[in-house]
């Protein structure tokens, strides 16, 4: 009896099939993964991973379903990530860590995931992960501020002790000129190049929150008038003149939001679904106190654009679409031995804390997770003046062998001033390890399974 079911079940599936009913049921979906990060977070290396495990799927078995995934070619005029050109550099011999991106790219990826039932295809899932440099975000959230409202919130940072020492040509700049009467123009540029060194101060600095961050990014506007403003203080009980430096450098910011940013956030951040943000917590930590406060900062000010309703950036042109999940990514968790990852992801957890409170006010999930993309160091325990002590083993870059590093403790809450007095946290670079030979192969990572399964999981 049960013979005769189980060919009737058969026969059932292939009329089924015959009669395309099978396509019928067939479910699929798009989901348009956004990631972003301020440079040299690793991004492009991340990307590069997040591909090559869903692609290889030996290491996701925290994902239970069975599913093949593909690279699909698109016809979308969005260029493409360059996932191949990537692997190929981390194949040499020796590899090579890749180069950091500063546009937009994308990658499609088709998976099909097992149906759960006989009598139904297979799903088809097509993920879209968009490369974008985060630094366009800081130019999305000046999109709700008037120039006046901008030049204020610049110049209250620069009240900052460091950063009105590293300010002092810019500020040196716009007291040597006469702002607010009649001018020609002659002396824009030079305002304008004073205060981009400042900026650049800020970034040797280990800063991450400059605006507008899109004057950094190579080959997005080649346009040298689309930045040549700088924030400027309104004068109080006068009105400047209409050829003043301060209205020409007023009306280029708006045309700068108008022209630039509106087009930037219609085109893409309108269409994401969930958003992956990473950050370089061990860089900001060695780079001191105010760096560090700056990093918590900017990840905020990433988040306040996606507040929806009243006051949100991005709802001001998309309405109710909205990114439904929001994962933060401390990088590099391969510079610190296993036994210290549990106190990086607190320390990750106080960087993010104010964020993800509103983020889940505002009705999103959100989590936060420490990776390493490709895994360049293994645990060691050495011992130093009768001590046993947890450290890594790597090649440094620049160096031709292996050493043994120990990376101190790393702190599980936000650090105080006496506490960086006291530590100099250093953490230093090292050099990629082999990447797998075949596509099938998964690169060793730290926690990236973890990541698709929280990107990805609820769709599969």
Not at 34 to 52: D, E, H, P, W
Not at 109 to 125: A, Q, R, T
Not at 400 to 410: A, D, P, T, V
């Amino acid at each position: 009896m049960l013979k005769y079911l189980s060919r009737v079940s058969d026969e059932a599936k292939i009329v089924l099939k015959d009669l395309n009913v099978d396509k019928a049921f067939q479910s699929s979906e798009i989901v348009k993964i956004a990631v972003t990060g301020l440079n040299r977070t690793g991004k492009t290396l991340f990307i590069t991973s997040l591909v090559n495990q869903i692609i290889s799927g030996k290491n996701l078995k925290i994902l239970k379903r069975d599913f093949k995934a593909e690279i699909v070619k698109t016809t979308n005029k969005t260029p493409l990530f360059k996932y191949r050109d990537v692997v190929e550099k981390l194949r040499k011999d020796p590899p090579e860590w890749p180069e950091s991106t500063n546009s937009v790219s994308k990658i499609t990826l088709k998976l099909e995931v097992k149906s759960e039932s006989s009598f139904f295809p297979n799903k088809i899932l097509f993920l879209e992960i968009i490369d974008y440099p985060g630094e366009w975000l800081f130019d999305v959230a000046m999109y709700g501020k008037t120039f006046e409202e901008w030049s204020n919130s610049i110049f209250e940072d620069i009240k900052d002790s460091e950063k009105r020492t590293l300010s002092f040509d810019f500020q040196g700049a716009i007291r040597s000129y006469d702002l607010y009467n009649f001018s020609n123009g002659a002396e824009d540029e030079t305002i304008v190049e004073a205060y981009k060194k400042y900026q650049n101060n800020l970034i040797g600095k280990g800063y991450s929150l400059i605006q507008p961050g899109r004057s950094f990014q190579k080959g997005n506007l080649t346009d040298k008038a689309t930045f040549l403003f700088t924030p400027l203080l309104k004068p109080e009980g006068v009105e400047p003149h209409k050829e003043s430096i301060y209205n020409r450098f007023k009306e280029r910011y708006g045309q700068y939001l108008e022209n630039s940013v509106v087009p930037l956030v219609l085109e893409h951040f309108s269409e994401f679904d969930r958003q992956i943000v990473l950050v370089d917590v061990l860089k900001s930590l060695q780079s001191g106190y105010h760096s560090f406060l700056d990093m918590t900062k900017a990840v905020k000010r990433f988040t306040e654009i996606y507040k929806y309703g009243r006051g949100g950036t991005i709802s001001r042109f998309i309405g109710d679409r909205r990114i439904d999940k929001i994962l933060f990514v401390a990088t590099k968790s391969d510079s610190i031995p296993s036994s210290q990852i549990e106190n990086f992801k607190s320390l990750l957890d106080s960087v993010v804390e104010e964020a993800q409170k509103d983020l889940r006010v505002s009705g999103m999930k959100t989590t936060s997770i420490p990776i390493a993309s490709v895994r360049s160091t293994r645990d060691i325990e050495h011992e130093y003046q009768g001590k046993k002590l947890d450290c890594i083993q790597g090649r440094i870059i620049g160096k031709s062998e292996e050493s043994i590093e120990y990376m101190g403790e790393i702190p599980s809450s936000f650090p105080s001033k006496k506490e960086w007095n006291e530590n100099k946290f250093s953490f230093p670079e090292f050099s990629p390890i082999p990447f797998p030979d075949r596509d099938i192969d998964a690169v060793e990572n730290i926690n990236m399974d973890k990541v698709v399964q929280y990107i990805i999981g609820d769709k599969l």
